[in-house]
Nanobody
């Protein structure tokens, strides 16, 4: 239901744009979030956006560098990542929250994409 793409290898201070293609129902009705999991670490929250795109949430590590957005007409959620750092290296996952819950908690998300690998070299 969620197709994630856009990962790759980039040098430090570079940028990437991740995309998450969803169904029309998901795009129009669910809060969407991005999480990441670095090797040997737990999955962590990166950013989230409300159903209508008005409210956004960011982890402290993402503030000022990452931007989450959604185009419900194209059934797609984006994560623009600028000024990337080696510590941003991780598998990035898109997720959809069908029921009410915390935007920051992975357990409150219902559907998950397959993940896309982001590698930032120093």
């Amino acid at each position: 239901q969620l197709q994630t793409s856009g990962g790759g290898l980039v040098q430090a201070w570079g940028y990437l744009r991740l995309s998450c293609a969803t169904s029309e129902r998901t795009a129009n009705n669910y809060r969407m979030g991005w999480f990441r999991q670095a090797p040997g670490k737990e999955r962590e929250f990166v950013a989230a956006i409300s159903r209508n795109g008005v409210t956004t949430y960011y982890a402290d590590s993402a503030k000022g560098r990452f931007t989450i957005s959604r185009d419900n007409g194209k059934n797609t959620v984006f994560l623009q990542m600028n000024s990337l750092k080696p510590e941003d290296t991780a598998v990035y996952y898109c997720a959809a929250q069908r029921f009410s819950g915390s935007a920051l908690t992975s357990d409150d998300y219902t559907y998950w994409g397959q993940g896309t690998v982001v590698t930032v070299s120093s």
